[in-house]
């Protein structure tokens, strides 16, 4: 038990090392070690170290007093009992002063929730070399983080398989993120979380609640921006970079979303990773990661940024690196490496090779990004009639035709028999997903390239007749392909297969309006079969509105063309006899057109940049006119009142209720926008409801509408399949 006279001694020691501390040790009641000018503790904290007019009085004063020959000493006994006890303190204290420096480094700057973090940071050290791209990282990148429950996190990374992995994007190999699910850096596990919470199901965990999306995007670009501030422009940098331009896009952030891409491009141009400039440094694993979001950059650009304020930010000549490894069914492995690049041209009678449907899904995107650019282009006098060697719409036409003498027998539709294979074959998912992105962009090309308003638009800037057969071949394949991406759409409800992705929405709404100009039709079994097409392609994208701001704006700017519809008539010159046997030579000045109102709501349609919230233009500054600016902001209102309106009526629908509106004429008693049963089938000769004459079990639709050749409605026959 300790006497008065103990306590009175330690208080004394005690009070002795407060007055001999610096400032910086006694405000965090640290025990200083006294040196001067700067103690040992502060020069190893890095802090700033000072000794106030009061410690260096005290000193003196107890200088002076111990040299005052009367002072009464302690014995020696007293003395050393004194020392020792003050030597353990010392000690106790010392390692009490490293357990909170060692603290103090460790713990993360970072918390999306502001939580404590408890990992050690040797679980993310070994993965650093294989997230570095260039350049050393800092401290703060190996800093741990486990702000997500393991489990929660683990969850969130199987959506994000399920509904985004090269769908159309390859931002990872599946391999390396199921390696990497429990060691993710916050720079790629928030805004994963923000992309996948739209489709999660989970439920809140006790002391957890679940992020909402914006949540963890506005935490991401706190990130983000930190490393970019701090030029830590690593591998873990880019893939966040990318998810978040993402989910820009998809949120209609489009201004953001551009420089996004932009800022990524430049960065793995600098790199040099747009080529395979590297290829016998890293190893094959970690090649693979940076090919995958170089290739995801190149595509997200074609996707986006070809367009009417736009532009892509690297042409195609720069991306010289090989595809991303082989993976054809779809398995969790890496695959094969592949050696084909973009601009390899197969070699006469030889058997096409299969470089994997991920490259098939590049060249694609690679043909689509030139195609948006012609479509949006200004008109230029100088340039070649379309119907012309070696214009750009021929030479459109050549890459669309050469692109499939690199397209391997094993992925072709009759091959691959997408629906009985998704239901007997659940492994086969992640290469069926990407297998159907290809066909939608295949279809896709030719659905833009031949789109009834862009010719409309591209010949009235000409002079000159107009040959026939040109206007037959694109009245032709604007049906056929718009048709095809209404047929793989109920194939994928068939399925219970679908995709997700807003990019895959927007190239169903150009359809949906190529359609809309055949309801109209003089022939009534051609428009009934537009109008049936057309709701699913309006159904499709107004589902995917539930987790999509843009495609919000889009099913609504569709739906309003819908309903203008009659106000400018059919953009055909002669939408009934297209078999070559003309009264007269079309020409530019009797080609149909549209009003400028009109017009304006097409570009908006086509135009995926266009797709933005109305305040974002406002958020520009003084970059633009100030009356501009008030005239948006006046606008939000109005725009977000409607969007929950559509949002309202969606959801009503999913749960069974009223279905999203149409304009009357697409109004069909029976006909539910998101369940197919009532489909019309593909190959049934048996369509109900169709008042054809002279029609036998064995007769395709040809002797009914004698204007169109039967392979154009889809019986028996299937046409320009792929």
């Known amino acids: 038990m300790s006497t008065p006279s103990d ?110 973090s408890s990992r050690s940071p040797s679980n993310r050290q070994g993965n650093q070399d294989e997230l570095q791209l260039f350049g050393s990282q800092n401290q703060e990148s190996d800093m741990p983080w486990s702000s997500f429950p393991p489990d929660y996190l683990q969850s969130e990374i199987q959506t994000y398989l399920t509904y985004f992995h090269d769908q159309p994007y390859c931002v990872f190999s599946r391999d390396w993120l199921l390696r990497h699910a429990g060691s993710l850096p916050p720079e790629i596990a928030l805004p994963l979380v923000a992309l996948t919470t739209r489709f999660s199901r989970q439920s809140a965990q006790p002391g957890f609640n679940l992020p909402t999306p914006s949540d963890c995007a506005n935490k991401a ?176 036409e050549s890459d669309w035709l050469q692109f499939q003498t690199h397209f391997a027998d094993t992925h072709r539709y009759i091959n691959v028999d997408y629906r009985q294979r998704s239901r007997e074959e659940p492994h086969s998912h992640p290469y069926l997903s990407t297998w159907m992105c290809v066909q939608f962009l295949f279809h896709s090309v030719q659905g833009l390239l031949h789109h009834p308003f862009v010719t409309m638009v591209k010949l009235h800037q000409m002079e000159g007749n107009i040959p026939s057969t040109f206007l037959q071949k694109s009245y032709e394949s604007s049906l056929i392909h718009s048709r095809w991406i209404a047929r793989f759409i109920r194939e994928m409800d068939d399925a219970n297969l679908r995709l997700h992705d807003p990019f895959i929405g927007y190239l169903a709404a150009i359809a949906a309006t190529s359609q809309l100009e055949h309801t109209l039709c003089n022939n009534q079994q051609v428009a009934l079969l537009a109008k049936e097409d057309f709701k699913t392609l309006v159904d499709f994208v107004t589902r995917l509105s539930l987790y999509w701001d843009n495609m919000r704006v889009l099913v609504d700017r569709v739906r309003e063309l819908a309903s203008r519809r009659k106000s400018y008539g059919s953009l055909y010159y002669n939408q009934d006899g297209f078999s070559g046997a003309l009264p007269r030579m079309p020409t530019s000045s009797n080609i149909p057109k549209m009003s400028a109102e009109d017009e304006e709501l097409m570009w908006d349609i086509l135009d995926f940049s266009s797709l933005s919230r109305p305040c974002e233009i406002s958020r520009l500054g003084d970059l633009i006119p100030a009356q501009d600016r008030q005239m948006d902001e006046t606008n939000v209102s109005h725009s977000r009142a409607n969007s929950m309106t559509a949002t309202t009526e969606v959801v009503q629908d999913q749960l069974g209720g009223r279905r999203p509106s149409l304009p009357p004429q697409f109004s069909t008693p029976g006909v539910l926008p998101l369940t197919r049963a009532d489909s019309i089938p593909i190959a049934d000769d048996s369509i109900s409801g169709w008042p054809f004459s002279n029609r036998t079990a064995g007769d395709a639709l040809g002797p009914a509408i004698p204007d169109i050749p039967d392979w154009m409605l889809f019986t028996d026959y299937v046409p320009e399949q792929l």
């Open 7 to 116: 306590n009175y001694t330690i208080h004394k020691v005690s009070l002795k090392r407060t007055r001999q501390a610096c400032g910086p040790c006694r405000r965090k009641k640290a025990r200083c070690p006294g040196e001067k000018p700067i103690c040992s503790l502060c020069q190893r904290l890095g802090q700033r170290c000072t000794y106030g007019a009061q410690a260096a009085l005290t000193r003196a004063g107890r200088s002076r007093t111990s040299t005052t020959p009367d002072q009464p000493g302690s014995s020696g006994d007293s003395h050393q009992s004194e020392h020792a006890s003050h030597e353990r303190f010392q000690r106790i204290e010392d390692r009490l002063d490293r357990m909170a420096t060692l603290l103090e480094e460790t713990v993360p700057k970072f918390n999306s929730f502001n939580e404590a």
């Open 221 to 396: 670009w706190d990130i983000l921006s930190n490393k970019y501030q701090g030029c830590e422009l690593g591998l873990s940098f880019l893939q966040g970079t990318f998810l978040m331009a993402q989910v820009d896009f998809a949120d209609g952030r489009s201004q953001r979303g551009y420089a996004s891409v932009a800022l990524g491009i430049r960065t793995l141009q600098s790199a040099g990773l747009n080529k395979d400039k590297y290829k016998d440094s890293f190893s094959g694993a970690e090649m693979e990661c940076r090919k995958r979001i170089a290739w995801s950059f190149f595509m997200l650009d074609r996707h986006y940024n070809a367009s009417r304020d736009y532009s892509v930010c690297l042409s195609d000549k720069h991306f010289t690196l090989s595809f991303p490894s082989l993976s054809a069914t779809g398995a969790y492995d890496e695959g094969e490496p592949v050696n084909s690049t973009l601009h390899d041209v197969p070699k006469r009678f030889v058997e096409k090779a299969d470089h994997g449907i991920l490259s098939c899904l590049i060249r694609l995107s690679s043909i689509w990004g030139k195609v948006t650019e012609y479509v949006f282009e200004p008109f230029d006098t100088g340039s070649l009639l379309p119907w012309q060697s070696g214009s750009t719409f021929a030479v459109l």
